[in-house]
């Protein structure tokens, strides 16, 4: 990946909308160059999808929580059993399987807290290979709009 491909990845992550003339137009080349060049970092999987980044507040779940999960027995049958139930539910932004401590992290962004609390009860810790379960609130994220520039701080509040 040279320089040029690079300035595409880092621009399509900024703003994904933007027509193949402007993207072309900011990065000082032909549109035809620019149009061969997505094409090609698409059809070698570097760009994999375009996606709307949402404001889960705006869509009545503000709170948003990291639930690190210990999975026993340790194989595979429940650590792919465990990941494809929870990335089933509703609830669920991200799964992350994980080595260290934790077998999962999966962020969730619910109602409020009595959602919360639901959810891990009924949801989570009622599963059948379930060994521990904690949970931690998140106050701030922050989430790095592009690969290759400083993050921008976005608040959510619980």
């Avoid at 402007?22 to 996606?51: D, M, N, Q, W, Y």
């Avoid at 980044?53 to 059993?81: C, F, N, T, W, Y």
Wanted: net charge neutral; charged share 30%; hydrophobic share 40%.
């Amino acid at each position: 990946m040279d320089e040029l491909d690079a300035a595409l990845v880092e621009e399509l992550q900024r703003d994904g909308r933007q027509t193949n003339r402007e993207l072309a137009e900011r990065l000082g080349i032909a549109p035809s160059t620019c149009l061969e060049r997505v094409r090609a970092l698409r059809k070698r999987g570097v760009i994999t999808g375009f996606h709307a980044e949402v404001d889960m507040a705006q869509l009545g779940r503000p709170l948003q929580a990291l639930i690190s999960v210990r999975l026993h027995p340790k194989i595979r049958e429940a650590v792919e059993g465990f990941r494809e139930y929870v990335t089933e539910l509703p609830e669920t932004l991200a799964v992350f399987v994980v080595s260290g401590g934790d077998d999962f992290i999966i962020q969730v962004a619910v109602r409020d807290a009595g959602h919360l609390r639901d959810f891990v009860l009924d949801h989570v810790a009622r599963h059948r290979n379930i060994a521990d379960v904690r949970t931690s609130l998140v106050y701030d994220h922050i989430r790095k709009p592009t690969s290759g520039t400083a993050p921008t701080r976005s608040s959510r509040r619980g």
